[in-house]
Structure formats: C-alpha cells, structure tokens
C-alpha cells in the first residue's frame, strides 16, 4: 500500500515537470518566431538616414542608396554643406604694413570735492584797528562779531591776551608793543579757553613805518655840544641841509640827539625813534661839505710882502 502510494506521487511531479517544460518551450517559440505569419520583421535603419538624422554629416560627394532601403529613399541624399561654401581667396597683404595699437585713452582728472566744513560758533566781523605800524607802543583792539560770551578771549598768533567783553557782538584787549615789532600780518581768532567755542581767523596788518629819507654827513662845532649843527643830505634832491637839535624834518621827525656818529630823529605822529647814522664815505671827507671848509685867511693891510 506504501510503494502504491510513492509510485502515484512519483508521477504527479513527473508531470509537473512536463508540463513546466513544455511551458517554457512554447515561451521561447513565442518570442523568436510568434504564432503568426502576419507579422511584418522590423525594419532596420538604413545608412542614408542614420546620416541624415546625425547633426554633423560624414564627407560624402554623393549618398549611395543600400539595396535594402524602401523605393522612395532614392530622393534623400546626404548634403555636405562644408563643400559647397565657396572659396575665398585670402587678400593680399603689403609686407611693409605694421599694426599700430590705438593710443590709450587720456584719463580724465577726477574733481573731489571737498566736504565743506560746518560755519565756526562765533562770528568775528571786522577789526579795529585792522592796521598798525610796527614799532609802536601798546593800543587796544576792538574786535566786533556776534555770539560772544564772557567766557571767549582774543588770540593773537596763538596767545591769549587779557580780554574784555563788552557785549555779544564786541570785545576789546590791550595790544602789547613787543607782538608789533615787526612788520607782517598778524592772525586774530576769539575763541574760549577749552576750545569748544572759536571763530574765523581775521588778520591784523602790521605794515613797516615810514623812515627819514637823509643821510648823516658831517657835523659842525664841537663833539656832543648843544650848538652842534649837523649836516644831513636829501636822497631824494642831493640837497645838503644843516639841522640843530628842536629843528623839524620834513614836517615831521624832529631832531633830538646829535653826535658824531649819528643824528636821532623822533617821528611826531607814531613816537617812532630812528637813528640816522653817519655815512661812509663823507665821515672821512670834512673838506668835501662846503659848510665844513675852512674860510681862508685875508691878509690884512699892514701886512708887508
């Protein structure tokens, strides 16, 4: 009963196996022929238009059509493009001809334009006096503005001087005579001790005074005497003048001093002393100054030959 049993189970899988196989057959028939013969074998791209689909042509003078390619594949051909441009003939170049580069560009300047600065706090207007002479005594300044306070001085080349206000729009300071000696401009601000209040810079002209246009000569009578005439000559004319101490110049230096090295005048309007000093070339030469010359003796009547 148990062989019977095996032998049927034994021919179950034999025919599984069979018909598995004959499956797989019919499959592979299926795939390689079909099951009718209806069915048109795909046709294979031709060269002609494997070329004429392709972007850069094969060099060909002329498509030759393929025996297997379909009747109407005779009016497609291959057009080479690269053979049909005409030629063009390079142009003749002269041998002496050079390239000469184009000249750079000039550049332009560029204009920067400064920030401008914001306007001082206080204001200074005029000054007065604007101008003095050099070498002369002490004077007070008026300085006229806007926006001043107590707390604001009057600077002069950098150094303050003693200030006092009169009101916001005026000031005034003593000018001490050793900042004029000398000619030239002078720079004045007003502007407070810890420097957050100043103004715009205004100048002061210190101009050089006037001088005696003469020369010291010679001098007639004793040294250092009060009748001493000194003989002073005009640049200006060559004329020769004979001064004594009080005797006035010009209408304006008067003679103070004299000796026999120089003639003191003193200016009348400013209180300038200047000294004008013996020349050179007459100090020497007394008997060139006719007042100097010696009146030469007469013989009297009596006198015998």
């Known amino acids: 009963m148990a062989v019977a049993i095996k032998n049927s189970t034994d021919q179950k899988k034999i025919i599984i196996a069979a018909g598995l196989g004959l499956l797989a057959i019919v499959a592979l028939w299926w795939t390689f022929f079909g099951f009718g013969g209806s069915s048109k074998p795909t046709a294979k791209p031709t060269k002609g238009a494997v070329a004429a689909a392709s972007p850069i042509p094969p060099r060909s003078t002329e498509a030759q059509p393929e025996p297997d390619q379909p009747a109407d594949s005779a009016i497609i051909r291959t057009i080479d493009l690269r053979d049909s441009q005409p030629a063009i003939l390079e142009p003749r170049r002269n041998i002496f001809a050079f390239y000469v580069p184009p ?18 706090p206080l204001l200074l207007a005029s000054l007065s006096p604007n101008n003095v002479y050099a070498r002369t005594d002490d004077f007070t300044l008026q300085v006229t503005g806007d926006r001043f306070t107590p707390a604001v001085h009057i600077v002069m080349d950098g ?37 957050s209040l100043y103004s715009a810079p205004a100048p002061l002209v210190v101009a050089a005074p006037p001088v005696p246009n003469y020369s010291y000569v010679g001098l007639l009578g004793k040294k250092q005497s009060i009748g001493d005439t000194a003989i002073l000559m005009d640049k200006s004319n060559k004329d020769m003048l004979s001064v004594q101490r009080g005797d ?58």
């Open 248 to 305: 006035l110049l010009g209408n304006r230096f008067r003679v103070t001093s004299i000796s026999d090295s120089e003639v003191l005048v003193i200016d009348v309007n400013l209180k300038i002393k200047h000294p004008i000093k013996m020349s050179s070339d007459a100090s020497g030469d007394r008997g060139s100054i006719p007042q100097g010359r010696q009146t030469p003796r007469v013989a009297a009547e009596d006198d015998e030959p």
């Open 103 to 120: 000249p750079s560009p000039t550049p332009k300047p560029v204009v920067v334009v400064p920030t401008p600065e914001p306007p001082p």
């Open 159 to 195: 150094r303050e001087l003693p200030t006092r206000f009169v009101s916001p729009q005026q000031l005034s300071a003593t000018v001490p005579a050793a900042m004029i000696a000398t000619a030239g401009a002078r720079g004045v601000t007003v502007k407070s001790s810890d420097g």
